[in-house]
Nanobody, 125 residues
Framework: VQLQASGGGLVQIGGSLRLSCVLSGGDFSEYGIDWFRRPPGKERVHVASISRGSGGDKSYHDSVNGRFIISRDNNKNTAYLQMNSLWPDDTAIYYC??????????????????WGRGTQVTVSS
C-alpha cells in the first residue's frame, strides 16, 4: 500500500487549504486514514483521523478542532483534510497514514501500514 499526499503550499493567515491523500495498492475502504504534522524543530503530532468504510468516526486534535475537517471519498481512493482559519502555528509538514484496523485513531506510530511522504504547509503573516 502506498500513499501520496498533496495540496500543501503557502497561504496567508486566515486562509484555507485542502490536502489530499491518495492510496494505491490496496482497498481504500479497508483503511482508516490519519493526518499528522511535524512543525519546524518539533515532534510529529496527530491532527485528525477518519475510520475506514464510510468514515463515520472522526477525531481531531484540540488545536484544530472546529477549523479542520477530515473526509474521505472511497470512489476516488482519497482522503482529504480541509484546513480553514490557518494560523502560523499550523506551519508544518503534513503526513497521511493508513491503518487497516477498525476504530478511529490516533494509533501507535508503529501500527500504521503505510505513511505518505508529506506535503509542506506554510502560513505566513
Amino acid at each position: 500500500v502506498q500513499l501520496q499526499a498533496s495540496g500543501g503550499g503557502l497561504v496567508q493567515i486566515g486562509g484555507s487549504l485542502r490536502l489530499s491523500c491518495v492510496l494505491s495498492g490496496g482497498d481504500f475502504s479497508e483503511y482508516g486514514i490519519d493526518w499528522f504534522r511535524r512543525p519546524p524543530g518539533k515532534e510529529r503530532v496527530h491532527v485528525a483521523s477518519i475510520s475506514r468504510g464510510s468514515g463515520g468516526d472522526k477525531s481531531y486534535h484540540d488545536s484544530v478542532n472546529g477549523r479542520f475537517i477530515i473526509s474521505r471519498d472511497n470512489n476516488k481512493n482519497t482522503a482529504y483534510l480541509q484546513m480553514n482559519s490557518l494560523w502560523p502555528d499550523d506551519t508544518a509538514i503534513y503526513y497521511c497514514a493508513a491503518i487497516r484496523s477498525s476504530g478511529v485513531g490516533p494509533f501507535s506510530s508503529y501500527s500504521y501500514d503505510s505513511w505518505g511522504r508529506g506535503t509542506q504547509v506554510t502560513v505566513s503573516s
